[in-house]
């Protein structure tokens, strides 16, 4: 029998304020490119996206995820963009912070030392805020909402009735 496994991936998280004030541009949004809505409790950053991982993995990738001493960073979030090839409208950022960086950077070779999928795409980080979005001629304006990351997250995508619901297997520091 195939080994379960379960859907992961690596997240940043805002705090329910931050997310608050990003439901906030997703609702303005809306307005004009309708779609659906992300829940407010599901909005975050996606690091890497690991996909379907054997269960029997799990304890050896939370092992290497906590080898990693990442830098705390803040982010600007003051962009909101669309996708024409996924239909989603974004809140994004127009600078990485090296930090940001580093730490995809420093999780994708540790899931390349294990043999898992670390991400070979270009790391485009965004918060999907809308899905099935129509395109429109101008995006509402995006204030600059600043994000002190001090931590990362592993998270599972589970399907339920609602879209995808997520929990958290486990958080590690940045300090
Ligand atoms: P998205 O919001 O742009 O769709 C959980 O699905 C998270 O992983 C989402 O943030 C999603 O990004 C991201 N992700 C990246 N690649 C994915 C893929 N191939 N399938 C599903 N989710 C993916």
Not at 68 to 86: M, S, T
Request: charged content about 20%; aromatic content about 8%.
């Amino acid at each position: 029998m195939a080994e379960p496994t379960r859907r992961l991936f690596l997240a940043l998280w805002p705090e329910p304020a931050l997310a608050g004030r990003l439901q906030a541009v997703s609702a303005e949004a809306f307005k004009v490119c309708g779609g659906r809505q992300m829940r407010v409790k599901t909005l975050h950053l996606t690091l890497v996206f690991l996909g379907d991982v054997p269960e029997s993995r799990i304890p050896a990738l939370r092992e290497a995820m906590g080898r990693i001493q990442g830098r705390p960073f803040e982010l600007a979030v003051n962009r909101l963009g669309y996708w024409k090839h996924n239909r989603i409208v974004w809140g994004g950022c127009s600078e990485q912070p090296a930090a940001l960086v580093q730490l995809v950077s420093d999780i994708r070779r540790q899931l390349v030392a294990l043999g898992l999928p670390g991400g070979a795409d270009a790391f485009s980080p965004h918060i999907t805020l809308l899905r099935k979005a129509r395109p429109a001629g101008e995006l509402p304006p995006m204030p600059t909402l600043a994000w002190p990351v001090c931590e990362w997250v592993l998270m599972e995508s589970c399907q339920s009735a609602a879209g995808a619901d997520y929990r958290r297997l486990a958080a590690w520091p940045l300090s």
